[in-house]
């Protein structure tokens, strides 16, 4: 080739890539640069999320210096995102992502007033459960891998002892988490520490392996670095964090109060609600839900009387379980049920099967989903402990809440999406999901689905008291007798009561997403009835709140009102 022809070659291709410089950032290139750094920043996130991951040596950091670098790489992805004008957006699937990329920055950088890393103190997602579930996805099929868990692994030393000088500069900042709540992390440290070592749920690399060197190898890391790591966390949180740690439970004991508890209900709610607001729809809606019980309570106790109703479903002793195995019997038979039926209310089916998985000792929970990754199935979580202080009417509405019609119907037909872009698989809305497996709910006594009248009456009864306890507990400072009073007068045990009370604590707002989000999906439904008529079709309209995924509630209504605005336009 001679030598002007090269020059000319170049010159184009230079000219090109300018260009391209030049061109304004589409929102596929925002989604893209967020969706990449998050799996470098944080590669925890592939394994719960099952995005597939190059590198499983990698572990996110929790030094303030990269948490800085992340704050920053937020704040140029959030002006760049305001560069795009929405209304240009035509393409259904980029609009999504674009409501996807908003929501989740806004939060994020909202969030931030809370300094979360400064007293990051959590039964619930503290670093131990994040480490202890890491290590059943660790994968170990081949000899890079193991090598890769091996570097992952030596790497947990360094983000304990890391975690502990964030919550020492917590401290001297006026952040800490309450005792109460550093007393239960304690103890599950201790529960971790005092299993044998072949049952710690550390060893699941090793019993996953079929490699007896590799076993032997990882059972001396478990042995030698991994357990004395969590040993001096759980001193350190006994000695030196517990003494300094605050009394008060509201969130308003910490700086920033008033603005931090905005930002958690805006993160959990997608909304701008206050939490008075909140307060005030929860207040509205037991009231409701208490007339209603009266008249159930006429009916099958002869009673209108609430503390009575409450009180002879509670009394009644055909409606608790007798043991684990019937516990765990009866969730498979109504879970089963629930799906067989569910194709009369549904245009689509999840792909992914649902299995039952029990709890562990070491863990802790009333009941909960874990979604389907890789080769592993869909998992509904329940407690067996405490059988005869297990009712039917608790686990039915239960199980219609994490399995069928609710989260694994919800989360499995997102997972089967197609087109979407992959940042999708990174975000999770609670008043969506939540909300959508509160209305689960309601839909499941229109399917048929509870076999016990008390069910009826203990499904109104206590849900949308967590849109009143949580801004009771950090606003309207009510004491934790009263709290607990409050949801226990609902029918449900103290120690669910007990649960939800230091749920809230560590994670301001979550319970009040559940009813914000469901009560939005009601009205959104009674929107479509009202305004279509006979038109309307309930398949369709699960199928329009369920085909984008989880999505922020005010870009939930856009889908559903242009959907209404659509098929008005056919009918005239």
């Known amino acids: 080739m001679n030598q002007p022809i090269t020059i000319l070659l170049v010159f184009l291709a230079l000219s090109c890539n300018n260009e391209k410089k030049n061109q304004p950032a589409t929102i596929n290139d925002l989604a893209d640069r967020f969706y990449e750094e998050t799996l470098i920043t944080y590669p925890e996130q592939s394994y719960l999320n099952d995005i597939p ?74 670093i131990h459960q994040i480490w202890t579930y890491l290590a059943d996805f660790q994968p170990v099929e081949n000899d890079t891998l193991k090598r890769q868990a091996f570097e992952r692994w030596h790497k947990l030393p360094a983000i304990l002892q890391t975690e502990m000088d964030n919550l020492t500069i917590g401290i001297a900042q006026g952040y800490t988490m309450p005792k109460e709540i550093v007393i239960i992390v304690i103890k599950q440290l201790q529960t971790l520490g005092d299993y044998p070592l072949q049952d710690s749920p550390f060893m699941s690399p090793a019993k996953r392996s079929e490699d007896e060197a590799f076993a032997d190898q990882w059972k001396d890391l478990v042995t030698i670095t991994v357990l004395p790591a969590f040993k001096q966390y759980q001193n350190f949180l006994e000695t030196e964090y517990l003494p300094k740690a605050r009394e008060n439970v509201s969130i308003l004991a910490n700086p920033n109060d008033a603005d931090c508890y905005q930002a958690f209900i805006r993160s959990m709610t997608t909304t701008n609600k206050t939490g008075d607001e909140l307060f005030a729809l929860g207040s509205k809606i037991v009231a409701a839900n208490t007339l209603k019980i009266q008249e159930l309570g006429k009916e099958l106790y002869q009673s209108n009387d609430f503390s009575e109703i409450i009180n002879r479903i509670k009394s009644d002793s055909t409606n608790y379980f007798k043991s684990s195995e019937e516990i765990l019997a009866y969730n498979n038979n109504i879970m089963n049920e629930a799906k067989m039926k569910s194709a009369a209310w549904f245009a689509v089916l999840p792909s992914t099967e649902v299995i039952i998985k029990p709890y ?137 009561a007990l649960n939800l009370y230091q749920r809230s604590i560590v994670m301001p707002a979550q319970l009040t997403s559940y009813d914000t989000g469901g009560e939005e999906i009601k009205a959104l439904r009674l929107l479509a009835e009202n305004q279509l008529g006979d038109a309307f079709n309930i398949k369709e309209f699960h199928t329009k709140i369920l085909e984008n995924g989880s999505i922020p509630i005010l870009a939930l209504r856009a889908v559903i009102e242009d959907w209404i605005a659509l098929k008005r336009q056919a009918i005239h």
């Open 53 to 126: 991951l190059k590198d499983h040596s990698l572990v996110g950091t929790n030094s303030l210096s990269d948490v800085k670098k992340w704050e920053d790489f937020e704040d140029q992805l959030y002006l760049d995102l305001q560069t795009i004008d929405e209304t240009s957006i035509s393409e259904k699937s980029n609009r999504i992502t674009y409501w996807l990329l908003k929501e989740q920055l806004e939060s994020s950088i909202g969030m931030r007033v809370c300094k979360r890393n400064l007293w990051n103190v959590n039964q619930e997602t503290g």
């Open 360 to 496: 562990l000792p070491h863990e802790s929970g009333v009941g909960s989903y874990e979604a389907a990754t890789g080769d592993k199935p869909a998992y509904y979580r329940i407690n067996l402990s405490d059988p005869t202080q297990q009712t039917f009417y608790g686990n039915e509405t239960l199980s219609f809440h994490e399995a069928y019609p609710g989260h694994h119907l919800q989360v499995g037909i997102e997972k089967d999406i197609k087109g979407m872009h992959p940042i999708r698989n990174l975000m999770w809305f609670g008043s969506y999901g939540e909300g959508w497996a509160r209305y689960s709910e309601q839909l499941s006594e229109e399917m048929g689905l509870y076999k016990h009248k008390a069910s009826l009456i203990s499904r109104r009864a206590w849900p949308s008291r967590g849109l009143v306890m949580d801004p009771g507990l950090h606003l309207k400072k009510w004491s934790k007798e009263k709290l607990i009073s409050y949801m226990m007068e609902a029918g449900i045990e103290e120690s669910m």
